[in-house]
């Protein structure tokens, strides 16, 4: 799958990037077996071009120092490109091989990531299209779940908080298990089907936390419970361990938040270690990344859904011919100006330039780290 950029687009001049980490409160917070999260560091970037467009993305860095450091590679980044002209996949390709003998992972790949959809940002701006429709697709509706919270709490309290978070219209919720017995887990989540009841899909996440048999006894005991999938029960990076899992379970096996680059995505698929797949747009490789793994999950018929990054990730699940589930997060809502619609379980996909996102100046500033 290739995007069609040249036909469209004016040709654009890189100047500068800009940077600011934001530490922004979360209505809800995250529970999970290793950490409960309740303030979500962010990084917004500015690529600004010598032709007066700006192309604009955010990214997830999970502690401050994570957005202070990977702040810090997007500016070398740009100081490796200035003044070349803007064309995302060459430019994605050279700073591929300028970060090889540092190694392109984890910091590094989130920085160049958000490079990435920053410069497919000021390329759809310029065309005056969405991001979606550069891609070469029309923009259309995409089917949410509601991530927000949900995380290893009494049952009672996850029950009232499944109840909040349908009420803006939502037809599924991600539910966050991993307590230390298999039967308080099956306590949480009857607890929710009970509150929201059987019509609403319920995604099943353990971030990682289960030893191999453990996760084998447990996704044997959830068959009857009818979850959408079964996401990270034991470390991703185990395949042999993850195609066991996978083999032995009639739920489907999400993998793919944490794939770093396309080539692990497809390690994953050859192993048969999931039969769901959920790239992030920070470590996948941007949208150079995501629509190269597009290609990918489009040619073995893999549903593909997104993790986080709702506003970038609708155009891009919109673009993808096997595109499934958008994982929406609110955390953005605080410092936009127009946070991503939901309507009847259904993100719509903005008909504004580009990716949509533009910052509300004063909340950015209320929210800037020191």
Excluded at 69 to 93: F, H, N, T, Y
Excluded at 116 to 136: C, F, N
Excluded at 266 to 287: E, F, H, K, S, T
């Amino acid at each position: 799958m290739t995007a069609r950029t040249g036909d469209i687009s004016p040709v654009l001049t890189i100047r500068s990037v800009r940077t600011t980490p934001i530490l922004v409160p979360m209505k809800y917070a995250l529970g999970t077996s290793v950490a409960r999260v309740t303030e979500a560091p962010l990084l917004l970037i500015d690529l600004e071009t010598e032709e007066g467009i700006t192309g604009r993305t955010y990214l997830f860095c999970y502690r401050p120092a994570g957005a202070r450091a990977v702040a810090s590679l997007v500016e070398d980044a740009a100081s490796l490109i200035k003044g070349e002209q803007l064309r995302p996949a060459d430019i994605a390709a050279k700073l591929a091989r300028s970060f090889t003998l540092i190694g392109v992972t984890g910091t590094v790949r989130m920085a160049l990531s958000g490079f990435d959809t920053a410069m497919w940002d000021a390329v759809a701006v310029a065309a005056g299209l969405p991001l979606a429709s550069v891609l070469g697709h029309t923009p259309r509706p995409i089917r949410a779940y509601n991530s927000c919270g949900l995380g290893l709490m009494a049952p009672s309290a996850l029950a009232d908080e499944a109840a909040r978070l349908i009420e803006g219209g939502f037809k599924a919720v991600k539910l966050r298990l991993g307590y230390p017995a298999l039967a308080e887990d099956l306590a949480a989540l009857n607890a929710v089907r009970e509150r929201i009841g059987t019509g609403i899909e319920v995604m099943v996440d353990y971030n990682q936390m289960l030893t191999l048999e453990e996760a084998l006894r447990r996704a044997h005991a959830l068959t009857a419970e009818g979850v959408t999938w079964l996401e990270e029960p034991i470390r991703h990076d185990d395949l042999e361990g993850n195609a066991r899992i996978a083999a032995a379970s009639t739920i489907p096996l999400q993998l793919g938040e944490n794939f770093n680059g396309v080539d692990a995505m497809a390690a994953a698929l050859r192993a048969r270690a999931c039969q769901y797949v959920m790239p992030d747009l920070a470590r996948i490789g941007g949208v150079t990344g995501w629509m190269q793994a597009a290609s990918l999950a489009a040619a073995q018929g893999v549903p593909m859904s997104s993790h986080l990054f709702p506003e970038v990730s609708a155009h891009l699940l919109a673009a993808t011919p096997t595109g499934d589930w958008l994982e929406y997060v609110d955390w953005a809502d605080a410092f936009v100006q127009e946070p991503l619609k939901i309507v009847d379980g259904m993100a719509i996909v903005p008909a504004r330039p580009g990716s949509g996102l533009e910052w509300d100046r004063r909340a950015v500033e209320r929210f800037r780290m020191t």
